[in-house]
Nanobody
């Protein structure tokens, strides 16, 4: 069984900061990468930041220089540090874990965490 548990999020003022964390717990699951995605109402889900367990990162252009994704491979945890938050960053953020179970590629999603940016 694979569990993807997110924490963090909440309310920040414009220009403020928040940290999201995501932990994967699983048996027989070999984790290769994790990422944070967000989806505003009526919009497609989009990639925010992605990291492989070897440390290769990828960011959406609109969060470069503001967000940073890091991982702890030993704990299967990924953090997303968000700085200089803007009102348009407010939405639900979801964590995705990518890997294999018995050589089959699989991915799992968390339930999402709300980020609100408001003064």
């Amino acid at each position: 069984q694979v569990r993807v548990v997110e924490s963090g999020g909440g309310l920040a003022q414009p220009g403020g900061s928040l940290r999201l964390s995501c932990t994967v717990s699983a048996s027989r699951f070999r984790l290769y990468a994790m990422g944070w995605y967000r989806q505003a109402p009526g919009e497609e889900r989009e990639l925010v930041a992605h990291i492989t367990m070897s440390g290769i990162t990828d960011y959406a252009d609109y969060v470069k220089d503001r967000f940073a994704i890091t991982r702890d491979s030993a704990d299967n945890t990924v953090d997303l540090q968000m700085k200089n938050l803007k009102p348009k960053d407010a939405t639900v953020y979801s964590c995705r874990a990518e890997g294999t179970i018995e050589d089959a590629m699989v991915d799992y999603w968390g339930q999402g965490t709300q980020v609100t940016v408001s003064s």
